[in-house]
């Protein structure tokens, strides 16, 4: 695994990585936004990034494709990089996710060092190892497992995020708390993530980013326990697939986020997760991220979505990551399809 350093000196953590990277070149990867909020703020107190040649990718997950990747490479290739360069990612998950497979693959790999921006990075786009680009209309298609040099994480820049981004990151860290610990949960679900403030929150952050780090050691491959990390994300997907249809998108976060309600009930259907805590999760997200609304007629192209993503899918089975109560994971669990349509419809009836 990557190193992790967890600090809001970001401009001293860097300049001393750098220097012990002596690399031949130093590149600066960010995109649209974060050249503008976050890349000034270093260019002034940090000689890396000061010295660094900049490279700018548009803003937002439809950009993180082939010609954004190929521009990245140009760039590399037409300002002097070698493969004893370096390229700081300065930036979301996209800008992450992409440039540390633009650096694993310049080439045959050069180092490169993340510096997450958004909370969702911090907690969980920049941390495991995993890369890569949108392909043929496909999330994450073409890409690969590859370690960063070193992994910054700090708060610094998140004053520049709407509360609709730090409650997208914060979907993941409550994703976090509900597989490994009733006490952080109970922690997360009292605290108020849009009113942080920065040492609190980075403490936070070095315990909840702790939780993917025990998954992505075990198992770095993600062939077996890692999918625990999926709580949420097989009806959250279907979720974010349907929102997609309609024309009116939902981000990965909210849809975790709701996501997580429908497994959890699920849980309790099949696992007999305490409804306690199903209680308290899902007041929770009532208050902070409202609802994912659809009606008993849309039942039928949730579940056709479900088993239409592979990855989640064995023989027409649809398998799930289940809780047997809060810190007690079930992976690989295949649902019965009667429990799967019940809990689609209670989720109606508590969040709706
Ligand atoms: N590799 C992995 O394991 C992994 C895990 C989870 C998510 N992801 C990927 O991460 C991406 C989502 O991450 P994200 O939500 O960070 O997306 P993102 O990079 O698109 O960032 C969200 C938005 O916030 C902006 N932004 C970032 N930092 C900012 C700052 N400090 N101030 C103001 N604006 C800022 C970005 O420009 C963008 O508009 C997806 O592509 C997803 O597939 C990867
Ligand atoms: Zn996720």
């Known amino acids: 695994m990557a190193e992790l350093l967890f600090t809001n000196h970001v401009e001293q953590a860097l300049d001393r990585a750098v220097d012990t990277l002596a690399p031949s070149g130093v590149f600066v990867l960010t995109d649209s936004n974060t050249a503008s909020f976050v890349l000034p703020r270093l260019q002034g107190i940090s000689r890396a990034v000061g010295e660094g040649k900049a490279i700018v990718i548009p803003a937002g997950d439809d950009h993180k494709n082939l010609d954004s990747l190929s521009a990245i490479w140009r760039e590399l290739t ?21 440039g540390a497979f633009a650096a694993a693959t310049f080439k045959r790999g050069m180092n490169f060092i993340n510096v997450p921006t958004s909370l969702l990075g911090a907690v969980d786009a920049s941390v495991g190892g995993k890369n890569g680009i949108n392909f043929a209309g496909l999330k994450n298609e073409i890409g690969l497992f590859s370690d960063a040099a070193l992994t910054i994480i700090s708060t610094t820049f998140f004053n520049t995020l709407t509360s609709q981004q730090l409650l997208d990151g914060y979907a993941e860290m409550l994703k976090h708390a509900l597989i490994s610990s009733q006490e952080m949960t109970a922690r997360l679900l009292a605290y108020d993530i849009t009113g942080y403030t920065p040492e609190p929150l980075l403490n936070l952050l070095k315990e909840n980013v702790g939780v993917k780090v025990h998954y992505v050691e075990a198992d770095p491959g993600d062939r077996g326990c890692r999918h625990a990390l999926n709580l949420g994300h097989t009806f959250g997907h279907a979720f974010e697939s349907m929102a997609m249809e309609r ?28 409804t306690e805590w199903l209680n308290r999760y899902v007041t929770f997200v009532k208050e902070n991220y409202g609802g994912f609304a659809f009606d008993c007629r849309d039942t039928d192209r949730l579940v056709a979505l479900m088993l239409h993503d592979k990855k989640n899918t064995t023989a027409g089975r649809i398998n799930f990551t289940l809780l047997r109560n809060v810190g007690q994971v079930e992976i690989n669990r295949p649902a019965s399809r009667s429990n799967i349509r019940a809990a689609l419809e209670i989720y109606r009836d508590m969040v709706l």
């Open 247 to 274: 024309g009116t998108p939902l981000s990965h976060g909210y849809a975790v986020a709701f996501g997580m309600v429908a497994a959890l009930i699920l849980s309790h259907l099949e696992l007999d997760f305490p």
């Open 78 to 98: 037409e300002k002097g990089a070698t493969r004893s360069s370096v390229l700081i990612n300065l930036g979301g998950g996209v800008v992450t996710d992409i």
